[in-house]
Nanobody, 124 residues
Framework: QVQLVESGGGLVQAGGSLRLSCAAS????????MGWFRQAPGKEREFVVG????????QYANSVKGRFTISRDNAKSTLYLQMNSLKPEDTAVYYC?????????????????WGQGTQVTVSS
């Protein structure tokens, strides 16, 4: 059973940066597409960015394009999300997820394993 654990969240001022990490254990995710989702209070969980199993393909939500960068290190079984130029509207709980196959999926239903989430709060 794969377990995903996020870290790196916190409180930051608008314009600042954070780097999230997601460490996988209990199994391999090297062949899985992975993604970051977020959920703000009172809102549905939304897709932020996804990466293919090889890391060669990525897809970003328009709201974060040019500010966020996803990467992965399959040797370390770790997924990363570098977040720059943060805005108050980026405030949410951020979740990493591993998909059922190696592709990028925008739908949460295509992801098999989820982390517990890490809080990101951006103050204005």
């Amino acid at each position: 059973q794969v377990q995903l654990v996020e870290s790196g969240g916190g409180l930051v001022q608008a314009g600042g940066s954070l780097r999230l990490s997601c460490a996988a254990s209990g199994g391999t995710v090297s062949g899985s597409g992975m993604g970051w989702f977020r959920q703000a209070p009172g809102k549905e969980r939304e897709f932020v960015v996804g990466i293919s199993w090889s890391g060669r393909s990525t897809q970003y939500a328009n709201s974060v394009k040019g500010r966020f960068t996803i990467s992965r290190d399959n040797a370390k079984s770790t997924l990363y999300l570098q977040m720059n130029s943060l805005k108050p509207e980026d405030t949410a709980v951020y979740y990493c997820a591993a998909a059922k196959s190696g592709y990028i999926y925008l739908s949460a239903a295509q992801y098999e394993y989820w982390g517990q989430g890490t809080q990101v709060t951006v103050s204005s």
